[in-house]
Nanobody, 116 residues
């Protein structure tokens, strides 16, 4: 099993940047694809970005393409989400998710608030 802990959220002005981290425990991290999702108040959780176990295959939601960058450091068992040119509509709780043998493990989330 993989346990995930997100960090790096906070309050930032529109146009600013934040880097989120998703730190994992467990021996299988390097073989797990990792996704970032977010959930704004009153809205459903939505996909943000994903990265394959090797880091070769990456995808983004259209709403963040060109502004967010996902990366991973398997030696440190950490996935990063670099967020730039932040907008108020990026305000949400951000979660990372690992896919382990077809099952999902979620972190507890980290709050990102973008002020206008």
């Amino acid at each position: 099993q993989v346990q995930l802990v997100e960090s790096g959220g906070g309050l930032v002005q529109a146009g600013g940047s934040l880097r989120l981290s998703c730190a994992a425990s467990g021996r299988t991290f390097s073989s797990n694809a990792i996704d970032w999702f977010r959930q704004a108040p009153g809205k459903e959780r939505e996909f943000v970005a994903s990265i394959s176990s090797s880091g070769v295959i990456i995808s983004y939601a259209d709403s963040v393409k060109g502004r967010f960058t996902i990366s991973r450091d398997n030696a440190k068992k950490t996935v990063f989400l670099q967020m730039s040119s932040l907008k108020p509509e990026d305000t949400a709780v951000y979660y990372c998710r690992a896919t382990v043998n077809g099952a999902y493990s979620w972190g507890q989330g980290t709050q990102v608030t973008v002020s206008s």
